[in-house]
């Protein structure tokens, strides 16, 4: 009893709720959102605290041991976005999982996996998930970086060119689930100083991966690039093959890959940093490029003048339908172009932008306001829906030249296209201290709707439309994730009906690496 009343008192002293504050009502919330405040009897003591502070840090919201009103505004939003009844989401996905989703799930996951390469490696890629081999599990590219800095003394970017050639090379690897667990391969000839834009995709009954090889090593306009591949994979008795059917013909430094096919074509979509056109093929190593390809496998060209914002950089292109009228828009994630010293913008406005209908039409809808204004660099841009809900959003950096400071700083911004792209409130914030990617849009099996996931952050994040048309930033509880650097490369894998993360850290300088594979959600 006297340790009780100790610990009572010891827990009042560092927290306190408002007197208009109906506590039962806090705690019945609590329950119906199912966390565990004790017995609804209206004292605020350990438990109902302890269970606010989940909550809250849940969400991102500071909370600092003082509950007032607007503790209880905050609490009744969740709870009117969330949830009326609780319904353990475990217990209902183990009620419907199968013996194979067991198997799948006990062989899959929380599992941590280590290979080896040649040389030293820096900046590691989750590139692209999908299924390859048809068993119910993701399997999953990853692309590297060599670290220069062992190799020449010289960090990257900073390499100059005629150094280049001196850098021995790293392939990318192909994860894939086999009947003994997963397995690690290198993907022939995608030896590359840096490589960190992928995409699978489906066609005419085949799968494709479109490797967009970067290579970018040095100061700008001092980067040669280096040639992109498209591979057709077979599968044979478990194991996965890759078969190189084109190359491109000239250099190019990849920072995005996007793919859309229609009844007769596929279009892919690379992004090399190119500003005002896109043409039919490489003129230098940071033309934008447009390939479509027929189900005969043939590769031709497309030429589409004015289609990018001029004098910048766009990281990130999305080819999308985002207003369901069967024509191809483009999203831009866009880099405001600056002297090297950061002094001078040359870009005509900052910010980054859509075009409707991109492959007959010019005109850009600016994407207002710029989360970093005159110093915005979109890094990565998505599109999630949620019943009638449509929301674009922009994950961004701000950049204050690569002589004058690089890039700071970690925002999302939301824009909603059935409301003249009006910007949209956002719950949370991303848990990274540098640019993010919105790496890939996921359907999460229970929670029913397209959520995107954050690739390069401290732990691993989802970002999800609200009732009431916002959008919330949660971080996921998930157990088995690598903490072991500032950031990891983080991706969605389904396992079966399980949905977990492959995580790895981003900057692990060693030529063992390792990653880990999560608990379900």
Same mark, same amino acid.
Request: hydrophobic share 35%; proline share 4%; net charge positive.
């Given at each position: 009893?006297? /340790? ?30 199912? #966390? ?20 809250? &840090?849940?969400?991102?919201?500071? #909370?600092?041991? *003082? ?6 505004? /905050? ?31 006990? =062989? ?51 390499? @100059? ?9 790293? &392939? ?26 992928? *995409? ?30 498209? #591979? ?10 890759? +078969? ?28 090399? #940093? ?63 172009? +600056? ?26 809808? +600016? ?58 409130? /956002? ?17 999460? @099996? ?62 692990? =300088?060693?030529? =063992? ?9």
């Amino acid at each position: 009893i006297m /340790i009780f009343l100790i610990c009572t008192f010891f827990w009042s002293a560092l927290a306190s709720v408002e007197n208009r504050i109906n506590v039962e009502r806090v705690q019945t919330i609590l329950k119906e959102l199912c #966390y565990n405040p004790g017995p609804i009897d209206g004292v605020w003591g350990p438990k109902t605290e302890g269970e606010i502070y989940s909550l809250f &840090s849940k969400f991102n919201k500071i #909370y600092d041991g *003082e509950f007032g009103v607007k503790e209880m505004t /905050i609490l009744e939003d969740f709870h009117s976005n969330y949830s009326s009844k609780c319904v353990s989401i475990k217990n209902k996905r183990d009620n419907e999982l199968t013996s194979k989703d067991r198997q799948l799930i006990k =062989k899959f996951t929380n599992k941590t996996l280590t290979f080896s390469t040649n040389h030293i490696a820096t900046g590691i890629h989750l590139m692209d998930s999908a299924d390859i081999n048809k068993d119910g599990v993701d399997d999953f590219i990853i692309g590297l970086q060599v670290d220069s800095f062992a190799q020449l003394g010289i960090e990257c970017c900073k390499v @100059p060119k005629e150094r280049l050639k001196e850098i021995k090379q790293l &392939s990318s690897y192909i994860v894939y689930s086999h009947s003994d667990g997963f397995k690690i391969e290198k993907i022939p000839e995608s030896e590359s100083l840096r490589t960190w834009a992928a *995409e699978f995709f489906f066609f005419n009954g085949n799968t494709y991966l479109y490797l967009g090889k970067n290579g970018e090593m040095g100061l700008p306009k001092q980067n040669p690039g280096e040639k992109s591949l498209l #591979y057709k994979i077979n599968v044979s008795k478990e194991k996965i093959y890759f +078969k190189k059917i084109w190359e491109a013909d000239k250099p190019t430094i990849t920072a995005s890959i996007s793919t859309f096919a229609v009844d007769e074509f596929v279009y892919i979509l690379e992004s090399n #940093y190119g500003s005002r056109n896109i043409v039919q093929r490489p003129v230098n190593p940071n033309t934008t490029v447009l390939y479509k390809m027929d189900k005969e496998e043939t590769i031709t060209g497309v030429n589409l003048l004015d289609r990018l914002k001029p004098k910048s950089a766009d990281n990130m292109l999305k080819m999308v339908d985002y207003d369901d009228d069967g024509k191809i828009d483009l999203l831009a994630a866009n880099e405001v172009w +600056k002297t090297l010293n950061g002094k001078k913008i040359l870009s005509p406005w900052a910010g980054s932008y859509l075009v409707d209908n991109f492959l007959f039409r010019k005109a850009k809808i +600016k994407l207002d306001p710029p989360s970093f204004e005159k110093d915005h660099a979109g890094m990565s841009i998505a599109l999630i829906r949620d019943e009638d809900k449509t929301i674009i959003l922009e994950a961004a950096t701000s950049f204050l030249g690569h002589q004058g400071g690089g890039f700071k700083g970690a925002k999302l911004s939301a824009y909603d296209p059935k409301n003249n792209f009006s910007s949209v409130a /956002i719950t949370g914030r991303l848990n990274s201290k540098k640019g993010s990617h919105l790496k890939k849009i996921h359907v999460f @099996p229970h929670f029913g709707s397209e959520k995107a996931t954050i690739n390069y952050s401290n732990t691993p994040q989802v970002i999800s439309i609200k009732e009431n048309g916002g959008v919330d930033i949660i971080n996921m509880p998930i157990k088995n994730y690598d903490s072991s650097h500032k950031f990891s490369s983080i991706i969605p894998l389904n396992v079966g009906k399980c949905v977990a993360f492959a995580t790895m850290g981003n900057r692990q =300088k060693s030529k =063992k690496l390792s990653f880990k594979i999560s608990s379900c959600l």
